[in-house]
Structures are given as structure tokens and as C-alpha cells.
């Protein structure tokens, strides 16, 4: 199942602020936490997980990090929503790469009975949004959640999982600490993410410097999503994709957002430094291409959502090969039955 729909923003305008609060606990635990570098053996090694928690860490202990939290807010109240369209409680909750609680301070108790959150940025935990659940914090690594199978009634996780080395890994561990009947609800940046930004630097560079590097953290395929899912072991699959557009007074403001969000290139394979001369063609590039006529210039950022379900045998089942009673080819004489009804009537 696809939906696609696009929603526009302004920089600077938060959709909701917060407070920080005080966690019911936070714990470290160090088997949780990978060693810098460490991946699992059949993982690609693309990103570097010690500086993107250095990158997360420094974008937590900013003054004002509300500043920079309007999207990924939105995007929290978003799979909060999906939350809520579950006619049940569930009793224990966890969200994988929590960042700041961006979910949990849009739950109640109501539906969650306790949220345990984790992020491998213990700056994040100790700087979290004010909310009513009852909340534990725990300093892990998305790639080795410390916990054990059939613990959690819900998986929740936004926007951090695009992040990860061994993204199969990731999702075989999220299904193990759900319960059978247990429910994953997920959010992660799409391919077409900031494709302006992209084709901008590239541009500006090639121009420039006669050849361009990466300057845009690669991204999942939605194509590639469901099939991951169902490897995972999760059936009942939906798979949505949204794209939300803010508008930058221009390219430098973007990219301050995007370092205030802890959200820069991690990329092992980044370029560690761009010439002046370059940045001022790329801004210049993007000002041209996209700009709007108030002088300001587009961001896409296209989320992928995806919920997936751990098999339990109360579930609903598709029916046996066979057993249907009606033919395809007959479907399409209902609507002529139901017009002679109405005449008879």
C-alpha cells in the first residue's frame, strides 16, 4: 500500500516545542553500544556510528535545540497517529533512536503503559521533551538493542534507522524483541531526500573542481523496504511515503538546520572539505534551479513509513488456493445486479 502526499514548511517555524524533563532512568548498557567501527560481519561499512553520535551528542547540547526540531517533531506526531489508529493498549513500548522523545511526548498513558527509549547519543536522552508517559532511557546502538525476545507489545523509530550500517540486522532485532502479535512502526528518510541540495554540489563542483564526491548521505529504496521487512519476518506490511517541503531563506541556512538536527554527512567516503568558491556556485546553482520567487529556496525531504507485525496465530490468514466461490470475471456483474435491484425497488 502507497500514499504519497507532501506538506510545506517554513524554517524557523517549530510545529511544537517542548521542555526538557527528567527521565524515570537512564541507564548505559555497554553491551548495547558497538565499538567504534564494529559492524556485523556481512554489514557494508558506509557510515561512520562514532561521528554520528559526536554529530547527535553536539546537536543535543546546543542552547535552543527546538530550533532545529521542527521536522523531525512532525514526523514523530506522524507515527504517534499510526499509534492511535491501533485499538489497543500497549503495555510496553520502545523507540529505537529516540534523539530527544520525539514520539513519546505524543502518546498518552492511555495507549503506552511505559516507553523505554534508546539512542546511541547520551547527550539526546538526558535533554528530552517533556511527556506523560513513564519513561527509561537506555544508551544503545540501533544495530545492538540489549534486550531479549518477546519483550515489546510496540517498535516504534523515526528517522534514525537511514543511519545504519547493517539496516537487515537492524530490522531482524527489532522483530526478536517484539512479542508474537507485537507491532513495528517506522519512519526513515527516502531516496529523493534533498535532491536539490544534491544536484546542486554536484553541479558547483564538477564545474569547479573538474569531479564531484558525495556530499549527501546515501538512502534506502522504497522498492527495497517491503522486501527487507518480510526477510525481517514481519507480515501484514504497509509501506507509505510522504514528502515534506521547507522553505530556506537559502542553501547555508539549510545546511546550518541540517548540523543543528545532527543530520550532516557521516559517509566514510565524504569529502571533508568544500572550497569557499564552490559553496558560493552551489548556492548560486540552487537559488537558479529552485528557488521560489520570494527568493527563497525548496528542501524535500521524503519520509518512507512502514508498519510490519510479528506472526502470531490469532492473526487473520489468507485463505486456502482454491477456496474462493466467486471468480474474478464475475465481479464485474455486480454493479449491473445492484442497478436492477434499484429499478425493481
Known amino acids: 500500500m502507497l500514499r504519497l502526499g507532501v506538506l510545506c514548511l517554513w524554517r524557523r517555524s517549530p510545529l511544537a516545542f517542548g521542555v526538557p524533563a527528567k527521565n524515570l532512568g537512564l541507564r548505559k548498557v555497554a553491551s548495547g553500544v558497538s565499538p567504534p567501527g564494529s559492524t556485523s560481519p556481512r554489514a557494508l561499512n558506509i557510515f561512520d556510528r562514532d561521528l554520528k553520535r559526536k554529530q547527535k551528542n553536539w546537536a543535543a547540547r546546543q542552547p535552543e535545540p527546538m530550533k532545529f526540531d521542527y521536522l523531525k517533531e512532525e514526523v514523530g506526531s506522524r507515527i504517534a497517529d499510526r499509534v492511535y489508529d491501533i485499538a489497543r493498549k500497549f503495555s510496553l513500548a520502545l523507540d529505537v533512536g529516540c534523539g530527544r522523545g520525539y514520539i513519546a511526548q505524543h502518546l498518552n498513558k492511555e495507549t503506552v503503559g511505559k516507553f523505554f527509549q534508546v539512542d546511541i547519543a547520551e547527550n539526546a536522552l538526558k535533554n528530552t521533551l517533556e511527556m506523560e508517559i513513564p519513561t527509561v532511557s537506555v544508551l544503545a546502538d540501533e544495530e545492538f538493542l540489549p534486550f531479549r525476545e518477546n519483550t515489546f507489545d510496540l517498535v516504534v523509530s523515526s528517522l534514525s534507522l537511514h543511519w545504519v550500517n547493517d539496516l537487515p540486522r537492524a530490522l531482524e532485532q527489532i522483530h526478536y524483541v517484539l512479542k508474537p ?71 547555508f541556512e539549510l545546511m546550518e538546520d541540517l548540523q543543528g538536527m545532527g543530520e550532516s554527512n557521516c559517509a566514510w567516503n565524504r569529502k571533508a572539505l568544500l572550497h569557499r568558491d564552490t559553496m558560493l556556485a552551489a548556492a548560486a546553482v540552487y537559488g537558479e534551479m529552485y528557488g521560489n520567487e520570494d527568493g527563497s529556496v525548496p528542501a524535500t525531504y521524503q519520509i518512507y513509513y512502514m508498519i510490519g507485525w510479528k506472526y502470531h496465530d490469532s492473526q487473520a490468514q489468507p485463505a486456502e488456493r482454491g477456496s474462493a466461490t466467486v471468480s474474478f470475471g464475475e465481479l464485474g456483474k455486480i454493479n449491473n445486479l445492484m442497478s436492477q435491484e434499484k429499478k425493481s425497488q
Open 181 to 251: 502479535d507485537g507491532v513495528f512502526i517506522g519512519a526513515m528518510f527516502g531516496g529523493d531526500t534533498l535532491y536539490e541540495l544534491r544536484c546542486s554540489l554536484q553541479l558547483a563542483e564538477t564545474e569547479r573542481e573538474g569531479g564531484f564526491s558525495p556530499h549527501v548521505s546515501p538512502f534506502t529504496a522504497v522498492s527495497d523496504l517491503g522486501h527487507l521487512l518480510g526477510r525481517a519476518g514481519f507480515n501484514t506490511l504497509t509501506v507509505d511515503t510522504d514528502e515534506i517541503q521547507v522553505n530556506y531563506p537559502g542553501m
